[in-house]
Nanobody, 124 residues
Framework: QVRLVESGGGLVQAGESLRLSCVAS????????MGWFRQAAGKEREFLAAIGWLRVAGTRYADSVKGRFTISRDNAKNTVYLEMNNLKSEDTAVYYCAARKMLLSLAPNEFDCWGQGTQVTVSS
């Protein structure tokens, strides 16, 4: 079955960096667009970044993370990454990766499968 497993979360100080990883299995990874989302306590799930299954599709970012977060993928490793720099206390949340067959999307309800999430806590 399809499985997405996130890792790399943790507790950091404001201004520091983290790199999240998401390893996919059970799917043809190169045929999927991938996204990162987060959900803070008491809030709705928020889009952060997405990367297309084709290079020409490019990447998309939420305004709240543009310039600080970078999404990338390594199809040989079935892995998508989220590099997060200059972290702020408001970045504290559970971070999820998600996969969508082919077409790039920013909408959570258009993704086909989700990981279990990894906690990121930023102390100020």
């Amino acid at each position: 079955q399809v499985r997405l497993v996130e890792s790399g979360g943790g507790l950091v100080q404001a201004g520091e960096s983290l790199r999240l990883s998401c390893v996919a299995s059970g799917l043809t990874f190169s045929s999927y667009s991938m996204g990162w989302f987060r959900q803070a306590a008491g809030k709705e799930r928020e889009f952060l970044a997405a990367i297309g299954w084709l290079r020409v599709a490019g990447t998309r970012y939420a305004d709240s993370v543009k310039g600080r977060f970078t999404i990338s993928r390594d199809n040989a490793k079935n892995t998508v990454y989220l590099e997060m720099n200059n972290l702020k206390s408001e970045d504290t949340a559970v971070y999820y990766c998600a996969a969508r067959k082919m077409l790039l999307s920013l909408a959570p309800n258009e993704f086909d499968c989700w990981g279990q999430g990894t906690q990121v806590t930023v102390s100020s």
